[in-house]
Structure formats: structure tokens, C-alpha cells
């Protein structure tokens, strides 16, 4: 019975969808106007853990995850490279796919952009000025009248009170209240004629929190199942799709809701005023793409997660210790067995809010299994419940000989050198460059391993 944590609730409640069988889930994805950074990486990761342990439970899964492929960072960045703004959004999308296929990431069933449904917003809006929850300023913008929707504040637990008194507040000139939010930003002349729509309040283009309500519902319906992303989007993002979208609809918005935890690094909060801000390409130049995902799932997805060079490190000799047990076995193909103890612990760990640490040491214990008994069928296993994480489906002897990628470690063209070398000397019995050579290849990571016969493999520590 899977249970997940209800941000709204601040409490895990038992899950049971609309429909019996299906889950509508949508997911607050990027606004492309730079590379993804690990924040991002972990909102990828965790969002399709979710989806492949839903469909893995027997649900069939509608995910959605959005790109919001204008806004004033987007607008001007195109200008200041001297781009369009479809071409900016273009390069920065394909860059997004890259590094999401990299780390495992499945493609959701849409991919909305938000370009593409103005007119859908366009039709939410009318109907929140219809239903006295929209105004027009004396610039012409048109902005949301918070104090109007009845429990506003209810899912990041702030009074209205307490917002007005937050950093967070935006003032514009011509709003009713200082926490009034823009639905329809009116054009202004300086701005690319690709940045603006026709509309009913005249010439603009949509506020960034209707993009989401708008799609969700088109894409969903105006009442679905689960709403996820970043802990960072819980104020005022997802609290003001709720006031969006419950006052246009009249009905609940969605069910559950679930934030991924923060990324810090060094146990500072990632941000670029800091210099601790990494994109998810700079972190795979010196890391496996495989431990990196490992690395985010060993965490459970609301906690924070602390990015380090040492923990990436701890993350990539865990994962050789998974492919490690299985270089020496054939794992059968074959449907899990839930009835066995190890699986059915992984299965509990999975239904308890995603509890991937508790999940992963169940594959240790697995892993340990396969060590002591050589069990084609217990290897069958660990790699059909680690594929279910998006982990261990490559073939063991290539991870285990991957370059890291790391500077001054050894290709496999050098490690093989040095073993011939190494060889050479065995057999003219200067056991002392013998030990030398391997000592140098341990030094760099790497570990030989003499077989009966003669032969020597290799893999990385």
C-alpha cells in the first residue's frame, strides 16, 4: 500500500488516484535560457524515480513535466547573445534531453511549452476576471486578487500576514494588495515582437505561474492526482497555481503534492551568488553519469541533499560494489519475485514515500546474496529491482572498466600497457617491477585481479 507525503498535509496519507488504475502526475520542469544545474538534476531524477516505481506498482502513468520557454531571463539572454529567443530556448532544450538521457532519465508523456499554450491561458484568465478574482492595473497588466481566494497560504503554511511582511513580496504600481500576483504582463515597447501575444487586456505575454495551471489542466484536467518539484517552487509558484486554478475551475486542484528537498554543496545551499553553483555537464566531466544518479537516490528525495566531491566519490565505490557482485554471474531473466524476503523489503521501502535509501540497502543485502552463493536467479533478481531505480542495466565488466573521466586517471589503453609490462617482468622474475606496476595502477584506482592461467583483469576501485 504506497503512502506518500502530502506537502499539504505535512503528513504521508495513503495513496489512491481519481481513477482506479491511472495516475495523472505533473511536474514543474525548467525555464531554459541556461545549462541544468544539479537542482535540476535532482528533479529529474526524483520525478522519474516516482513515475517508474508507479508503473512498476501496476498503475499506468500520465507524467507531464513542463519547459517555460519565455519569461524576462529568457528575453534577455536572447538579447544580449543577439538570438531569438526560439533559438536560445531550442539549443538550451536539446542541452536539458542531453543531460536527462544521461542520467537515466525516462521522457515524461508531454512536454509542454508554455509558448505553445497562451491561449489556454489566455482562457484561464478570463475566467478568473469573470469569477472576481482578476483585475486590470492602471498599466495595464492583469493581476490576481489573493486576498479574494479563501485559504491562500494553506500549502507553505504562511498567513497572510506573515506575507506581507515577506522579502518575497512583489510591489508593482497599480496593484490592489502588495501580494497581488501578475497573471498577464502588458508589452512593453523595448521588448521582441516574438515576446508578445494578442489578448483581450491588449498586447503581452502570460505571468509565469499561470503557464503551469494552464497546461496542467489541458494536459490533465482541471483535478488530477499528483503535483511535484522543487521545495523552492512550494511559495509562491505552487500556492499560486492553487489560487489560479481552484478559482477558475471551482473544484480541488490536486490531491497530493510533493517537493523535492534542496541541493547543497559542502552544507551551503546551492545558489550562484555563492560560487558553489554547478551545472549537471561540469559535475559529469568528472563523474560517471550511473553514480550521479545513484549518488541523488541514495538520499531520500526530502531530505536536503549535500553535494561533495567526497560523497560522489563514497557513491562511486558503492555502486562497483553492486556491479561487482554481478560481473561474476548471469542474472536470469526473469520477472521479480515480490514473495521473496529481500524484494518484498525493497517493495515496503518503495511504498513508504519512495524511501530509496531503505530500497538501496536492500540491494546491498542482495548484492551479498549473490556474493556467497553465485545465484543466477538472486543476480536475476538485484538487477530487475535496481532497474526499477534506473540503475545496475549495464554490462558489469564495462562499468567496472569506465573512465571516471577524472584528472590523472588511467584509459584502459594505458592499463593495459602497464599490465603487459607488468607480465614482462613476472616472467623474468624482477618480482620487485612487478609489484611496482601494480602498486602504480592501484595508486590510480585500479584493481588487478590474477586468474588461474595466467590471466590478469582489471577494474576501477
Known amino acids: 500500500m504506497l503512502k506518500i ?8 496519507q495513503v495513496f489512491a488516484p481519481i481513477e482506479p488504475g491511472l495516475v495523472r502526475m505533473y511536474v514543474c520542469g525548467m525555464t531554459v535560457y541556461d545549462y541544468c544545474h544539479l537542482g535540476h538534476a535532482r528533479v529529474l531524477v526524483v520525478f522519474d524515480l516516482v513515475a517508474r516505481w508507479l508503473r512498476a506498482s501496476g498503475y499506468r502513468v500520465v507524467y507531464v513535466r513542463n519547459i517555460t520557454d519565455i519569461d524576462d531571463k ?14 536560445l530556448t531550442d539549443r538550451y532544450i536539446e542541452a536539458m534531453h542531453q543531460d536527462a538521457e544521461a542520467l537515466g532519465v525516462q521522457a515524461p508523456d508531454h512536454e509542454p511549452r508554455a509558448t505553445q499554450h497562451v491561449p489556454a491561458m489566455l482562457r484561464l484568465i478570463g475566467a478568473l476576471e469573470k469569477n472576481g478574482y482578476a483585475y486590470v492595473t492602471a498599466n495595464r497588466d492583469v493581476c490576481y486578487s489573493v486576498r479574494k481566494f479563501e485559504g491562500y497560504g494553506r500549502l507553505s503554511g504562511k498567513s497572510l500576514e506573515d506575507l506581507r511582511a515577506g522579502e518575497r513580496v512583489d510591489v508593482m504600481e497599480g496593484k490592489h494588495d502588495p501580494l497581488d500576483f501578475v497573471l498577464w504582463k502588458h508589452a512593453r515597447t523595448d521588448e521582441p515582437e516574438e515576446a508578445k501575444w494578442a489578448s483581450p487586456w491588449g498586447s503581452g505575454r502570460p ?3 499561470i503557464e503551469c495551471s494552464a497546461m496542467s489542466s489541458v494536459l490533465l484536467g482541471p483535478h488530477f492526482d499528483i503535483h511535484g518539484g522543487g521545495q523552492d517552487l512550494q511559495f509562491p509558484h505552487h500556492e499560486n497555481e492553487i489560487a489560479q486554478s481552484e478559482g477558475a475551475h471551482g473544484c480541488r486542484f490536486v490531491n497530493y503534492w510533493m517537493h523535492n528537498g534542496f541541493v547543497r554543496v559542502d552544507d551551503e545551499k546551492m545558489s550562484k551568488s555563492l560560487g558553489n553553483f554547478f551545472t549537471i555537464r561540469e559535475v559529469l566531466k568528472q563523474y560517471d553519469a550511473e553514480v550521479v544518479r545513484f549518488f541523488i537516490l541514495r538520499a531520500h528525495y526530502r531530505s536536503p541533499l549535500n553535494y561533495s566531491d567526497v560523497h560522489l566519490d563514497d557513491a562511486r565505490v558503492a555502486l562497483t560494489r553492486l556491479y561487482t557482485a554481478l560481473k561474476g554471474v548471469t542474472p536470469e531473466s526473469a520477472e521479480i519475485n515480490w514473495s521473496v524476503p529481500l524484494a518484498a523489503k525493497f517493495r515496503e521501502a518503495m511504498d513508504d514515500d519512495f524511501n530509496t535509501p531503505e530500497a538501496i540497502a536492500a540491494l546491498f543485502e542482495l548484492a551479498n546474496e549473490v556474493n556467497r552463493t553465485q545465484s543466477s536467479r538472486a543476480g536475476g533478481q538485484l538487477k530487475a529491482l535496481a532497474g526499477i531505480l534506473g540503475l545496475l542495466q549495464r554490462d558489469p ?14 584509459d584502459p589503453a594505458a592499463i593495459e600497457a602497464h599490465i603487459l609490462a607488468r607480465n614482462a617482468a613476472k616472467k623474468l622474475k624482477d618480482f ?3 609489484d611496482r606496476i601494480r602498486a602504480e595502477l592501484q595508486a590510480g584506482g585500479i584493481i588487478l585481479e590474477d586468474k ?3 590471466a590478469t583483469e582489471w577494474r576501477r576501485a
Open 452 to 454: 588461474p592461467g595466467g
Open 432 to 434: 620487485a617491477e612487478a
Open 397 to 410: 565488466v564495462a562499468f567496472l572498466q569506465a573512465v571516471p573521466g577524472r584528472e590523472g586517471a588511467f
Open 74 to 87: 529568457i528575453i534577455k539572454r536572447a538579447g544580449d547573445n543577439g538570438e531569438s529567443i526560439q533559438a
Open 207 to 209: 505571468g509565469w505561474h
Open 5 to 12: 507525503h502530502n506537502t499539504l498535509l505535512r503528513d504521508k
